[in-house]
Every structure is written in structure tokens, then in C-alpha cells.
């Protein structure tokens, strides 16, 4: 799987976008990204995938730069419930259980 | 909707003890991974099943046994318990043969070795 970079930390204000960074520069044509976030130690939280296009739905948006060697996720207006930790994975078709999760971002958004 | 669940939520062994975590999951994945997460750290795979039957390892497998004797259930085994086995154990199920298969995570197994 393509190694990823992210940010440690970030900080958003409640009610604004959260834009979250990641770089996967190794990425091959057929592997995928995706987001997952964790709140106060549960259990890791399924976000948003997606391969070269852009993903909406109701958690986020994704969006992948055209080369495919980073992507953004966008929590479109964050809230207090929105601080966890989250980490951007790239994954292939052939290495379903081979994600490793890096140590991620970890939004705090403040009032 | 359970989902995954993981038992026990928490426990405390001695060095040397053993255990088995239990990950059930009522959603008929092929798929079933047992992480660790080390505070502060993101999650590394320790052992993962593509189905009923068959295990492999994954990135930090040393001290762990795991079996896949039902689909429905994915156990974790620590023969000899160590400090360094102090961790928040995650199980996951998710599809397969489907190549955008999302996983689905358990609360987690808070264990401290002593």
C-alpha cells in the first residue's frame, strides 16, 4: 500500500469547513482512498472513499487531485462532534487486509 | 444492528498469562482484521482472515495466534502475556471480492499486562 502524509494537527472553528490534507505521492493506479476517523479512542468510523473522481455523501466531501498524489476531505461545516483523529489510507484491491493506519490528523474544532 | 463486537471491553493479566479476544460480526463479511493501537498511534494490523478457514499475518503478528473457525467470528490469542501487549486491541470486518469494501470497526479491547 502507498504510504500517506498528514498533517498532525489542525484546528478548525465550529460552523466552518474542516479541509484536511493528505499526500500519497506512491499511489498506483489501482489502489484507493480512504477516510476513516476516530472520535475519543472508539472504534475507527468509516468517512468517504474514492479512486481519481471526486466523492460526495453525507459525512464529507473528497477531493483527489488529478494526478492522484493527494486528496483533500472536506467536513463541510464542522462541529464540536467532529474533533477525532482521522486518517487518510490508500488501499488496493489485492491488499484488503493489509491497512495500516498511520497516525493521522487530529482535528479539534473550537467554538 | 450489532455490527462488530468485540469481547472483553477490558481486562488485566499478569505477565505470562494467556487469553483470547473474541470479534463476532452479524453482517456476513468474508473479511475479519484484529489492530492494535498504542497510545498516541494509529492502528497496526496485527493478524487478518479473507475468510473462513485461513489467517495471515499481518504487520506486527509476533505474540498473537488468531483462528477463523466460523465466518461469523474472528479470535485473538495471546499465549504468553507481555507488558509490551499493553494496547487497545480493534477488531474490523468488512466485504470481499468487493474492491471498495469499507470496513467496519468494534469498540475495542482496552488490555494491560502487569
Known amino acids: 500500500d502507498a504510504k500517506t502524509t498528514q498533517p498532525p494537527s489542525m484546528d478548525c472553528a465550529e460552523g466552518r469547513a474542516a479541509n484536511l490534507p493528505c499526500n500519497h505521492s506512491t499511489i498506483s493506479g489501482n489502489e484507493y482512498v480512504y477516510w476513516y476517523r476516530q472520535i475519543h479512542s472508539q472504534g475507527p468510523q468509516y468517512i468517504i472513499h474514492?479512486?481519481?473522481n471526486n466523492e460526495t455523501n453525507e459525512m464529507a466531501s473528497l477531493i483527489i487531485t488529478e494526478d492522484r498524489k493527494s486528496s483533500t476531505l472536506i467536513l463541510p461545516h464542522a462541529t464540536l462532534r467532529d474533533t477525532a483523529v482521522y486518517y487518510c489510507?490508500?488501499?488496493?484491491?489485492?491488499?484488503?487486509?493489509?491497512?495500516?493506519f498511520g497516525d493521522g490528523t487530529t482535528l479539534t474544532v473550537k467554538p | 444492528n450489532a455490527g462488530v463486537t468485540q469481547t472483553p471491553k477490558f481486562r488485566v493479566l499478569k505477565t505470562g498469562q494467556s487469553m483470547t479476544l473474541l470479534c463476532a460480526q452479524d453482517?456476513?463479511?468474508?473479511?475479519m482484521y484484529w489492530y492494535r493501537q498504542d497510545p498516541g498511534m494509529g492502528l497496526r494490523l496485527i493478524h487478518y482472515s479473507v475468510g473462513e478457514g485461513t489467517t495471515a499475518k499481518g504487520e506486527v503478528p509476533d505474540g498473537y495466534n488468531v483462528s477463523r473457525l466460523k465466518k461469523q467470528n474472528f479470535l485473538l490469542g495471546l499465549e504468553s502475556a507481555a507488558p509490551s501487549q499493553t494496547s487497545v486491541y480493534f477488531c474490523a470486518s468488512s466485504l470481499a471480492r468487493d474492491r471498495v469494501a469499507e470496513a467496519f470497526f468494534g469498540q475495542g479491547t482496552r488490555l494491560t499486562v502487569v
Open positions: 453482517m456476513n463479511h468474508e473479511y
Open positions: 474514492g479512486l481519481k
Open positions: 489510507i490508500v488501499r488496493g484491491y489485492t491488499n484488503a487486509g493489509k491497512s495500516t
